[in-house]
C-alpha cells in the first residue's frame, strides 16, 4: 500500500518539476532580453519588421508572412507600450521560447543515459543559458527581427522530432509538419533543415513512406501550415507598403524566392573554404568560451556514440547549414543562429558525457566529498553561461540606451514639421525605416509641403535623385555621400543632416565665429562643436568654417592639438583648398581622438595649418587657440591593457592586434622587413585579430592593398570584416569592447602585375562616407590612415 502511494507522489513531483523548471527559465530569459531590449526604433530592417505588421503591409523579400502574422498578433494582444518596443518584445520571446526549447530537446536526449535527475536537469540549463548568454542570440533577441524566429521555428522542429523518437507518438510528427509548413511561409533559411529532418525520419522509422494514411496527414499538416502564403494575394492588390502585384504568380514567385539577391549566395569557391572555416572558428570563439568550446566537442563525439539516430538529425543540420551560411555574404551572423543554437544543444550533451565519465574516476576517501562532487560540479558548469551573461552586459550588448534613431527621428520633425520647407530629404533605407514606424504606426505624419522623403536605393542613386528633385527644393542628404560631392556640389553640415548647394556657398555662420588670417590667404570664420566636454577614448568632433579670397594653387591642411595630443588630418574625402572657389564659405568636418591614457583635466584645444604641396609641417608660430575642453574620465581600462600589445590603433575603436602572412611555405608576422616573395601559383595568405576597443560608430570596410613605390593600389580586398559575414555596425554596434576577431584574407595577383617589390597596407574606412579611419599612435597623435605591413617581393 505504501508502495502504491509513493509512486503518484513521484510522478507528480516529475511532473510538477517538468513544468516549473522550462517555465522558470523562460521567464527569466524574457525577463534578461525584456530588460535589455532596445526602447524602440533602430535604424533599417528592425524598424520595417515593427510597422509592416501593424499597417498589414508585405516586407521586403522573401516577404516574411508567418512572422508578419505573428507579431501582428502579439502587436493586439500584448499592449506593451508604443508598437515599437512592443514588438521589440517579440524577439525577447521568441528568444526565451527558443532557449527553453534547447532544455526540452537535452531533457529528452537525457533518457538514453544513466545520469540522475538532477544531473540531466543541470545539462539541460546549461545548454540553454550557453544559448542565452552567447552575443549572436542575445543581439537578434532584443530588437525586432525575423532571424530570431526562423531560429525559434528550427529549434522547434528539432524539439518536435526528438520528442516524436521519444515518445513513439504520431501527434508530435504531425505537429513537426504544421510547423514546417509556417517556416516555409517565413523564410527559406528555416528550409535548409529539411533534409536534415527527411533523413532523420527515416533512419527513424524505414517503413514509414508505407504508411499513406500517415502520410496523407501529414500532408494535410504541411498544408496547413501553409496558409500564411495567402497573405500575399489577399493583401498585395492594395497593400500600403511593399509590392503590388503579387496576387499574380510572377510577382509571388520573384518576391518569396528573393530573386535580386541570390547574388550574395555561395560567394566563396573551394579555395576560400579554410579561411571560410577560420571565420567560423573566430565567430564561434564569440559566442562560448574555451570550456563550453569543448563540451560542444565532447557532445558532438557522445551523440555517435550513445546517441545515434539524434547524430543523424544533429550532423546533417549542422553540415547543411554551416556549408551554405559561411560562404554566403549577406545575414550570416543571422543564418548562423540556428547552427549556434544546435552546437549549445551538443554543449548540453558534453555535459551529460562528463556526468557519466565522473564515476569513473577513483572514488575519493571521504563518502562526504564524492557526495559533494555531485553538487559542487553542476554548479561550477552553470557559473560558466552566468559568467558570460556578466561578461556581454559589461561589454555593453544592452540596446535599452539606444537612441540614436529616434533622435534621428526627432531631428527630422524638428527642422522641417511645420516649417513649410518644401525641403526633399533623400535617404537610404536605414534612415527611412525609423520615420515610417512614426508616420504609421504613431500617425506622425509630414507634410510635402514641409518634407518630401525620397527613398535612394541602387535603382535611384544619390547624384540622379539630387538632379531629379533639384528644382522642386532645398536638398538634404541623410547622411555624407561622397558620390554627390564628387559631382560638383557641396556638403553643407547641419547636424545631423546635409545640404546640398550649388557652388560658392557663403550664407554660413557659424555658432562660434573668429576672425583669424592664416599668412592672408586662409580665413578662419568659426567653429562649431557639439560639446567641451569629453570622456577619454572617444572623439571631438569640430565643424570648421574657411574661407580663401583668391583661388590657391597649394593644398593647406589644419591640424589640431588637444594639450599634448596632435591630430594631423588626412586629406582623404575632403574638399582640398585647390579646390576651393575664391570667397566661398567651406564647412568641413574633423574629428580628433582623445587618447584613453590622457588624465582628466582641462586642456586647450589648438589650431595650426601645414603646407602639404610645400612641405612645410607649419606654416605659423603661433597656433589659434579655439577653446578650453574637459576631458572626463573613463570607466573600462582594458583598451589600455589591449593597445600596449596593439600594431596599431584605429581611431580609439578598433586595434589590430596581429597580422600574419604567409605564401607557401613562407610566413612572416608584422611588421616584418624581409620581403615575402609571392608569385601567381601562390597567392597572399593574410590573417589579421582585430580587437574591439569600443562600440564602433559606423560599418567600416576592411582595405588590404599591395601597392607600388608611389603609394597606388596594384591589387587588393575592400570587404566587410570576416568576408562580409561580421560587420562592426548594422543598425546598431555589432561588435562589443573586448572582442577579438580573426579576419582571413587570401589575396591572388593580377596576371600582368610587373615583378617588383611592393608593400601591404591595411585599414579600414567608412562604408558610406568612404573617410579612412585614422590611425592613432600610443600618444594619440595621428600618424596617418593607413597600416603598412611589411614588403612583397612578386616574381
Given at each position: ?51 509592416i ?5 508585405i ?13 501582428r ?5 500584448i ?8 514588438t521589440n ?9 527558443t ?34 548568454a552567447?552575443?549572436?542570440f ?11 524566429v ?17 515518445t ?10 504544421l ?26 522509422r ?11 496527414s ?5 498544408l496547413?501550415g501553409l ?19 503579387m496576387?499574380?504568380?510572377?510577382g ?24 571560410r ?30 546517441l ?8 546533417s ?24 543554437a544546435?552546437?549549445?544543444?551538443a ?26 562532487s ?13 559568467y ?16 540614436a534613431?529616434?533622435e ?29 514606424v ?7 505624419t509630414?507634410?510635402?509641403?514641409d ?13 540622379e ?11 538634404y542628404?541623410?547622411?555624407y ?20 548647394a ?16 592664416i ?24 565643424l ?76 605659423t ?24 600589445q ?15 602572412a604567409?605564401a607557401?611555405w ?74 577579438t ?10 596576371s600582368d ?21 585614422p590611425?592613432?599612435?600610443l600618444?594619440g597623435?595621428?600618424a ?12
Amino acid at each position: 500500500m505504501t508502495n502504491r502511494i509513493q509512486k503518484p507522489k513521484s510522478n507528480f513531483r516529475q511532473s510538477a518539476l517538468g513544468l516549473l523548471v522550462p517555465s522558470g527559465l523562460f521567464a527569466f530569459v524574457f525577463l534578461l532580453y525584456a530588460s535589455t531590449a532596445a526602447p524602440a526604433t533602430l535604424f533599417g530592417d528592425p524598424a520595417e519588421y515593427q510597422f509592416i505588421p501593424a499597417i498589414a503591409g508585405i516586407a521586403h523579400p522573401p516577404g516574411y508572412a508567418f512572422y508578419t502574422l505573428l507579431a501582428r498578433f502579439w502587436q493586439v494582444f500584448i499592449p506593451v507600450g508604443k508598437i515599437a518596443f512592443r514588438t521589440n518584445l517579440l524577439a525577447a520571446a521568441v528568444g526565451a521560447w527558443t532557449t527553453t526549447a534547447v532544455y526540452l530537446i537535452v531533457h529528452d536526449l537525457q533518457s538514453s543515459t544513466s545520469n540522475s535527475q538532477y544531473r540531466a536537469l543541470s545539462a539541460s540549463l546549461f545548454a540553454a543559458a550557453s544559448l542565452a548568454a552567447s552575443p549572436d542570440f542575445w543581439q537578434h533577441a532584443i530588437h525586432a527581427n525575423a532571424h530570431i524566429v526562423s531560429a525559434g521555428l528550427g529549434i522547434t522542429h528539432i524539439w518536435l522530432l526528438i520528442r516524436w523518437l521519444r515518445t513513439k507518438q504520431n501527434r508530435w510528427l504531425a505537429i513537426f509538419a504544421l510547423t514546417l509548413g509556417w517556416a516555409a511561409t517565413h523564410h527559406p533559411i528555416t528550409l535548409g533543415g529539411a533534409p536534415a529532418y527527411l533523413l532523420f525520419i527515416l533512419v527513424v522509422r524505414p517503413g514509414i513512406l508505407r504508411q499513406r494514411r500517415l502520410l496523407l496527414s501529414l500532408v494535410g499538416c504541411l498544408l496547413l501550415g501553409l496558409t500564411p502564403l495567402l497573405y500575399y494575394p489577399l493583401h498585395s492588390p492594395d497593400a500600403p507598403f511593399g509590392p503590388t502585384d503579387m496576387h499574380t504568380w510572377e510577382g509571388f514567385w520573384r518576391h518569396i524566392t528573393a530573386r535580386g539577391l541570390r547574388g550574395n549566395l555561395f560567394h566563396f569557391g573551394p579555395a576560400d573554404q579554410f579561411d571560410r572555416g577560420l571565420v567560423f572558428w573566430s565567430l564561434l570563439r564569440l559566442q562560448f568560451s574555451l570550456p563550453v568550446i569543448a563540451l560542444i566537442a565532447t557532445g558532438l563525439i557522445w551523440f555517435a556514440r550513445r546517441l545515434s539516430k539524434p547524430a543523424v538529425l544533429v550532423y546533417s543540420f549542422l553540415a547543411i547549414h554551416l556549408l551554405f551560411t559561411l560562404n554566403t555574404v549577406q545575414d550570416v551572423m543571422a543564418y548562423l543562429l540556428l547552427p549556434f543554437a544546435v552546437l549549445s544543444i551538443a554543449a548540453g550533451i558534453g555535459v551529460l558525457a562528463l556526468f557519466e565519465f565522473i564515476p569513473r574516476l577513483p572514488r575519493p576517501t571521504s563518502r562526504v566529498i564524492h557526495n559533494l562532487s555531485f553538487i559542487i560540479c553542476p554548479l561550477a558548469l552553470m557559473a560558466l553561461p552566468f559568467y558570460q551573461i556578466f561578461i556581454d552586459l559589461q561589454r555593453g550588448i544592452s540596446l535599452r540606451d539606444f537612441t540614436a534613431s529616434e533622435e534621428y527621428v526627432a531631428a527630422v520633425y524638428e527642422r522641417f514639421a511645420g516649417q513649410g520647407k518644401g525641403a526633399i530629404l533623400l535617404s537610404d533605407w536605414e534612415h527611412l525605416t525609423p520615420l515610417w514606424v512614426h508616420i504609421y504606426t504613431q500617425g506622425e505624419t509630414l507634410s510635402e509641403d514641409d518634407v518630401k522623403l525620397v527613398y535612394v536605393s541602387t535603382a535611384n542613386p544619390w547624384v540622379e535623385s539630387v538632379w531629379a528633385h533639384i528644382e522642386e527644393g532645398p536638398i538634404y542628404l541623410s547622411e555624407y555621400r561622397p558620390a554627390v560631392r564628387e559631382a560638383g556640389f557641396r556638403l553643407v553640415s547641419e547636424t545631423p543632416f546635409y545640404r546640398v548647394a550649388a557652388p560658392p556657398v557663403n550664407n554660413l555662420s557659424p555658432s562660434h565665429p573668429l576672425d583669424v588670417w592664416i599668412e592672408d590667404r586662409v580665413h578662419i570664420l568659426g567653429y562649431d562643436m557639439p560639446t567641451s566636454a569629453i570622456q577619454a577614448g572617444d572623439s571631438l568632433e569640430i565643424l570648421l568654417y574657411q574661407s580663401a579670397p583668391e583661388q590657391m594653387s597649394h593644398i593647406w591642411m589644419p591640424y589640431g592639438q588637444l594639450g599634448p595630443v596632435e591630430a594631423r588630418w588626412t586629406t582623404d574625402s575632403r574638399l582640398l583648398t585647390s579646390q576651393w572657389l575664391p570667397g566661398e564659405v567651406v564647412a568641413e568636418r574633423y574629428e580628433l581622438s582623445v587618447p584613453f591614457t590622457l588624465p582628466p583635466g582641462e586642456y586647450p584645444l589648438r589650431l595650426g595649418y601645414a603646407d602639404l604641396s610645400g612641405g612645410r609641417e607649419s606654416i605659423t608660430d603661433t597656433l589659434v587657440e579655439l577653446a578650453t575642453i574637459t576631458v572626463l574620465p573613463r570607466s573600462e581600462a582594458s583598451a589600455v591593457g589591449a593597445l600596449d600589445q596593439a600594431l596599431a590603433n584605429l581611431d580609439n575603436q578598433i586595434a589590430l592586434m596581429e597580422a600574419r602572412a604567409r605564401a607557401g611555405w613562407q610566413v612572416r608576422e608584422a611588421f616584418w622587413d624581409k620581403p615575402l616573395t609571392v608569385t601567381d601559383r601562390h597567392p597572399l595568405h593574410l590573417t589579421l585579430t582585430w580587437r574591439a576597443l569600443a562600440s564602433p560608430r559606423d560599418s567600416y570596410t576592411i582595405f588590404i592593398h599591395l601597392i607600388d613605390d608611389a603609394g597606388r593600389p596594384v591589387a587588393g580586398h575592400d570587404y566587410t570584416p570576416l568576408g562580409g559575414a561580421c560587420p562592426t555596425f548594422l543598425w546598431f554596434p555589432k561588435w562589443l569592447p573586448g572582442q577579438t576577431l580573426k579576419d582571413p584574407y587570401r589575396l591572388s595577383l593580377p596576371s600582368d602585375l610587373p615583378p617588383g617589390k611592393y608593400r601591404v597596407e591595411v585599414g579600414m574606412y567608412g562604408m558610406t562616407s568612404l573617410r579612412r579611419l585614422p590611425v592613432v599612435n600610443l600618444e594619440g597623435d595621428l600618424a596617418g590612415d593607413r597600416v603598412i605591413l611589411g614588403s612583397v617581393r612578386v616574381e
